[in-house]
């Protein structure tokens, strides 16, 4: 059974860091490219931030450039995303997807991911 599990969410200030995490199992993860994905409250999904399956080459939204970093443990199947500088605007749901081979990293389309998780919860508010 393929599983990815999101955790690490939860409620800060602004200006406070988060860790999430995603747990995979079930598939390869370490053949997979990997990215975050959120869904703000009554808004549609939005593609955050991603890594290639070796873990080179991160990409990132350019409202969370610098402010967050995407990292993966292949020997672990764990997925990660440091969240630092958390503003009211990245509340959201946090999900982790594995995208489909060939897809470009940057989609936030639903059928380009072939797993997703899901999600945590994080609400940056004063």
């Known amino acids: 059974e393929v599983q990815l599990v999101e955790s690490g969410g939860g409620m800060v200030q602004p200006g406070g860091s988060l860790r999430l995490s995603c747990a995979a199992s079930?598939?390869?993860?370490?053949?997979?490219?990997m990215s975050w994905v959120r869904q703000p409250p009554g808004k549609g999904p939005e593609w955050v931030s991603g890594?290639?399956?070796?873990?080179?080459?991160?990409y990132y939204l350019d409202s969370v450039k610098g402010r967050f970093t995407i990292s993966r443990d292949n020997a672990k199947n764990t997925l990660y995303l440091q969240m630092n500088s958390l503003k009211p605007e990245d509340t959201a749901l946090y999900y982790c997807?594995?995208?489909?081979?060939?897809?470009?990293?940057?989609?936030?389309?639903?059928?380009?991911?072939?797993?997703w998780g899901q999600g945590t919860q994080v609400t940056v508010s004063s």
């Open positions: 079930g598939f390869a993860f370490s053949s997979y490219d």
């Open positions: 890594i290639n399956s070796d873990g080179g080459n991160p």
């Open positions: 997807a594995g995208l489909k081979p060939g897809v470009v990293i940057t989609t936030t389309l639903v059928y380009d991911y072939d797993y």
